[in-house]
């Protein structure tokens, strides 16, 4: 809002105060005695004359306003013309609504106080109570004067007493009207009023009030009690509630903070002691400066802490006891703590080094597994003198046995067949490239033969034997061949056997047991598909690492120096339709394989 909008509202605000005429509304008078040995306060209250009220029949002036919760103060001071509103707190009138309270006895709170309802008609214009405050100091002569605050014991018969109304003493006969929180409580009652059983709500601000009249004119005499409602005194000194341990574990050099937290009883004159001290290995005491708070507030209990802060903990430390000391009028408790190095961080430094290394030695390990097939491999790179080949007797690195009598059920599901693998790519891969030799049945045995005593012959003649699984082969009659080569290598600890799961399988209830044993327990190789063909893939790798050591180099050389027109992966798989077997033998037959050569009689 502009400056000129600011302007315009204060005048009109200005206006509206200055022409409220204030000669409509009713009005009281009140006196304020106080008494300058006792901290006086004194209260007024906007008592219009409202709806509730309505069952008088004459219309009062408030009757058509509903709220009159919510009223304007003004003050006109003594010998003044001016109306000033009051709308804020000072610092010695609190305003709450429809009460005024002050807090200190002072002559200049003299004056007229008015109070309307904010939310008004023109026609209620007479809607306002004028209070005419006067204040005169008044010279107790009582030997046991009237307490402003008085304090009335639960469950208990008491009396509240009006300071206004003179000394403490029961003879006193004034009508008397008692207001409590600004509720109206008796009208015309007595001084004092009695009370059969006191109960919490009869805490509060009372206010007494009676009339004293001169020839001219009638006062309102007003004063304030403030009620407490108490408990008994208690009999007990207080409880330690804290600290509950003996001992506090402490990391040297950190700063410490302990709380003492003690109990209190109720006492009417409550003078509680709590305080921290120290006690050193010579008996000295020393009290430290600590913190000290309420904590809780209630009639029977109040709760004090006291904290106590150390900056740093030193060993002399670990060597002092700290004693909670808490009093009060009937005796005193205390409560020692011990300080405990503590070796919790290094225990913590040293477990986070040991998972960290574990983590990374788990990290490692699982690098190596990942990778255990290229590693082998590499290292059997390194010792070249090892080769196997060389020496045992054996003809053949690896026969390769496979489904002959019962692929075609299967064959069309896959774009290479257990065929192709095993008269195609192995020795494409192995032989070829890596300069192993293979034996294949088909194609390095000449038929004719009894078929149990060739497989035995061949295997026996070989270093590995490698069995291209699938359910063809399991359930067909080359199982066999593995059931032969299990047995064998039983016996002869140079022969080893690798598996190819070519294809999953169930295992039938027919299979020899050995042979269930060792499709368990015989390292396997897994085909997959397409993925698998290239030799530089993972499952070519894996081949590699179990089959006997061997380098090209070290490898007779003449196999690998095949002329060969095309590659077979290359082009058979990728461009050949896959489904017809090739013919096995033909074209990768050559006189110098081994299972031909000279070393076997067939
Ligand atoms: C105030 O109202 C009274 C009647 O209630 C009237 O006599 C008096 O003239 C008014 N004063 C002013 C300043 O309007
Ligand atoms: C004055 O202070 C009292 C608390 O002390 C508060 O309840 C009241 O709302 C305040 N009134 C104004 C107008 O700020
Ligand atoms: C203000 O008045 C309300 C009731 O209207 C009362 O509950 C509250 O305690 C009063 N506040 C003060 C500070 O007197
Ligand atoms: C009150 O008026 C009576 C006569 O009616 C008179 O005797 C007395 O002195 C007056 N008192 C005061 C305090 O003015
Ligand atoms: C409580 O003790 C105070 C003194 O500390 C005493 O004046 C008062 O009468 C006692 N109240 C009760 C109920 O015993
Ligand atoms: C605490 O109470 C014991 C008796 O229980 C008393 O001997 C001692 O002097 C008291 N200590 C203090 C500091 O008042």
């Not at 004063?223 to 001992?247: H, S």
């Not at 270093?463 to 039983?490: C, D, K, M, T």
């Amino acid at each position: 809002m502009s400056y000129w909008g600011w302007m315009f509202l204060w005048l009109v605000i200005g206006e509206r105060s200055k022409g409220f005429n204030i000669s409509g509304c009713s009005t009281k008078r009140f006196l304020w005695t106080y008494s300058a040995k006792a901290e006086d306060e004194f209260v007024l209250l906007c008592d219009l004359p409202g709806p509730k009220q309505s069952h008088v029949p004459e219309r009062l002036p408030c009757s058509g306003i509903k709220d009159l919760s919510d009223v304007q103060w003004y003050l006109q001071p003594q010998n003044e013309d001016t109306l000033r509103e009051i709308t804020k707190n000072y610092s010695h009138i609190l305003l709450n609504k429809t009460t005024l309270r002050f807090l200190t006895a002072e002559m200049n709170n003299a004056g007229s106080y008015i109070c309307r309802p904010r939310a008004r008609s023109p026609s209620d214009e007479a809607c306002c109570v004028r209070m005419d405050l006067a204040v005169e100091p008044r010279t107790d002569t009582c030997v046991h004067p009237v307490p402003r605050t008085q304090f009335l014991t639960l469950g208990t018969t008491d009396s509240i007493y009006c300071p206004s109304l003179g000394c403490h003493s029961d003879a006193q006969s004034a009508e008397v009207t008692w207001y409590r929180n600004g509720q109206l409580v008796s009208e015309k009652g007595s001084n004092p009023m009695q009370l059969d059983e006191i109960y919490d709500f009869h805490e509060g601000t009372y206010i007494c009030d009676h009339t004293r009249s001169d020839n001219t004119s009638a006062w309102t005499v007003r004063a304030v009690v403030q009620v407490r409602t108490i408990v008994k005194n208690t009999t007990l000194q207080p409880d330690i509630l804290r600290p509950d341990k003996d001992t506090l574990e402490a990391e040297l050099g950190k700063p410490l903070t302990i709380h003492c937290k003690a109990r209190f009883g109720f006492e009417k004159d409550f003078k509680p002691v709590i305080r921290w001290y120290s006690k050193d290995s010579d008996q000295k005491l020393e009290i430290l400066t600590a913190e000290g708070r309420s904590v809780q507030d209630t009639v029977e209990n109040k709760d004090i802490e006291c904290v106590l802060h150390l900056k740093e903990v030193t060993r002399s430390d670990l060597h002092k006891t700290f004693i909670c000391f808490a009093q009060n009028s009937i005796g005193n408790t205390t409560r020692s703590i011990h300080l405990k190095e503590k070796k919790g961080v290094l225990f913590l430094y040293v477990l986070l080094g040991t998972v960290a290394t574990l983590v990374g030695m788990l990290a490692a390990g699982a690098a190596l597994f990942t990778y255990r097939t290229e590693i082998a491999l590499l290292c059997r790179a390194c010792r070249r003198s090892k080769d196997e080949a060389l020496g045992g007797g054996k003809e053949f690195d690896a026969f390769i046995s496979y489904a002959k009598w019962g692929s075609f059920e299967s064959e069309t599901a896959s774009p290479v067949s257990e065929e192709d693998l095993a008269l195609n790519l192995f020795p494409e891969v192995l032989e070829n490239k890596y300069g192993y030799t293979l034996c294949l049945l088909e194609r390095d045995v000449s038929p004719g033969g009894v078929y149990t005593e060739d497989i035995v012959r061949i295997l026996k003649k070989s270093r590995r034997g490698i069995f291209i699984l699938s359910p063809s082969y399991v359930n067909g009659p080359s199982v066999f061949e593995l059931q032969a080569a299990v047995n064998l290598a039983l016996q002869d600890r140079t022969l080893k056997l690798i598996l190819v799961q070519f294809r999953s399988f169930q295992e039938p209830e027919s299979l020899p047991h050995l042979v269930m044993k060792a499709l368990r327990a015989l390292p396997t190789v897994t085909w997959r598909g397409l993925r698998s063909v290239p030799p530089s893939s993972r499952f070519w790798a894996q081949i590699r690492y179990h089959m006997p050591v061997k380098t090209r180099k070290d490898s007779r050389g003449t196999i690998s120096k095949l002329p060969r027109e095309h590659s077979y992966w290359k082009d058979s798989v990728k461009q050949k339709p896959l489904g017809g077997a090739p013919s096995p033998g033909n074209e990768h037959r050559s006189p110098e394989l081994p299972c031909s050569s000279g070393e076997l009689t067939w």
